[in-house]
């Protein structure tokens, strides 16, 4: 099977009939009809065997992976995602690998209601990358609008990623260390609570590199100081289990890969944001207050300084 | 230099200043202002070391290339190429092949008018994703509209590329030879003949795997039959100079990488289109006729089909 078959076989079934998708897979672009006001979102992220998920795991979660960690910029950004292009090295056509890929990839892209519409398939070392392309009604939730005073709020649970990726993909032992491990491979995008607190938070990010990194980039780009209180993190009972409390909020303040959301909302929009995360079916959980100033700080109940072993993953470094 | 550092030097001095572009590099996601008819097309190109091109190619012309076969699928669209997300994934952050990256990929999208707004940066083996997104305004080129009469069009010479292949990047000897790399490092996406032919063509495409195998894929989009003259194509003074005139002619037909446009075009509009080609400073020469029937044949002047040993380059096969 060649490139054009495999695209025929995986990846054109992931295309959506919809009447603004006007060429989709199979010529040299795609053409797509925008509906006013024409504001698009775009992001791109690239997955590396064994840099960004373990060499050997299940072809469906790296495929659900790939859109659900893209899904979560978009998400992030309080946008809706419309379209994804995926551009796909594999070594080989192994098609037990590509079946699941695109399984895993499909269950992700059709509960957001993204349809593919193009991309390239070429042969070479395992690598991933998706481009999303997004509408976002108004303006955007970025990274440069936080100010002193704001919560900082984190959707979810966090830490659940890193310790599911110590968890073996099989065999996981308890209910609660197979349920971390689904929260590595499978993390859900928190779309509708981005684009629900869009017009009330004044900063977002999702948190990917780790809480306190990518914090650490919200401050950069609002030049204010993040104070986050340890006790406040929100850490989930299968996460208490699997762990030791230190070890767990380690994870939670450095682990990344949650894609949870990390927003900072003024005091008066509080309420009116913890509605909004009732109404989406997520947790919301203050963790700190933003400040006059620039990085971040992490203190425990005694208002010492913690510092986690780790400070997110750059790469290159 | 980590991964933030070196998109800040290498690739933000790469994003335009423009009023559309509400938010660039450094945020979960650009947010883009789509001018009215707010119709966009979008195209994907992966290049792979020693796939795409050979290993050790000079890292400026890796960038330009990655760039200018992107742009080549916009030209095929007869749209206007406006933004550029990249996913570059590297072994080490060799901050030589950066720049000689940035500064190829700036130079072709800078003479394009294309910003860079974002993209992702990550360890891994040398695989590179150029996404662009263009505007259309109206019906765009495709691949699907080709009929029994028109004319098949090439814009330029053919096969340059595939000579220019294999001459040595350095040391190519002769002014023609040096040319024949040139044309394979440096191809032209042809953007304004595109957009100037958009109205008059029934369809278009890049000629990148190669010709027989890219009008296959017309031909497949419009259900008919491309009939190729072998004495028409047009071949380079420096090709014809390289190499004899059989092997010239197997690089036209087979060759790909010449990243010129193959249009059909009704006799009506031929004189209008040779019009645009002037204007664009573009050759533009009729190679042969789409007939009834599937597929694509070439033949000799004594009505001889010519098969070549090659048929058009395709992953996994």
Same sequence: chains 1, 2.
Avoid: K
């Avoid at 892209?109 to 690598?127: F, N």
């Avoid at 099989?170 to 869009?198: D, H, I, K």
């Avoid at 959301?261 to 963790?287: D, F, K, M, N």
């Amino acid at each position: 099977m060649d490139e054009f078959g495999l695209i025929s076989r995986y990846f054109a079934p992931l295309e959506i009939e919809r009447d603004d998708i006007v060429l989709g897979i199979g010529d040299d672009a795609a053409v797509l009809d925008i509906a006013a006001p024409a504001r698009i979102v775009v992001a791109v992220d690239t997955l590396v065997e064994g840099v960004h998920f373990p060499a050997g795991m299940a072809a469906e979660a790296v495929g659900y992976r790939t859109a659900a960690v893209n899904l979560s910029d978009i998400a992030a950004m309080g946008a809706v995602p419309r379209y994804a292009t995926l551009a796909l090295s594999l070594p080989a056509a192994d098609e037990a690998w590509l079946s699941g890929f695109a399984h895993g990839l499909g269950d992700a892209l059709r509960a957001a209601e993204v349809s593919l519409v193009g991309g390239d398939t070429t042969r070479g070392a395992l690598t991933i990358s998706l481009q999303l392309i997004g509408i976002v009604d108004g303006a955007p939730l970025t990274r440069g609008g936080a100010r002193p005073g704001d919560l900082i709020l984190v959707s979810g649970t966090l830490g659940d990623a890193r310790a599911g990726l110590d968890v073996p993909a099989q065999g996981a032992g308890t209910a609660g260390a197979a349920w971390l491990r689904e929260r590595y491979e499978r993390p859900q995008p928190r779309l509708a609570l981005g684009q629900a607190l869009r017009p009330l938070a004044h900063a977002a990010i999702d948190v990917s590199d780790g809480l306190l990194a990518d914090l650490g980039h919200v401050m950069r780009m609002s030049a204010c100081r993040a104070e986050v209180e340890l006790d406040a993190l929100p850490l989930s009972p299968a996460l208490r289990a699997h762990c030791a409390l230190r070890e767990a909020q380690g994870h939670a303040l450095a682990g990344g890969d949650d894609y949870e959301l990390a927003l900072c909302v003024p005091p008066a929009a509080a309420a009116a944001a913890h509605a909004c995360a009732v109404r989406a079916g997520v947790a919301l959980t203050a963790i700190g207050r933003i400040s006059a100033g620039a990085g971040v700080v992490c203190r425990d109940r005694d208002g010492h300084e913690v510092r986690p072993a780790t400070a997110g993953y750059r790469h290159f470094s």
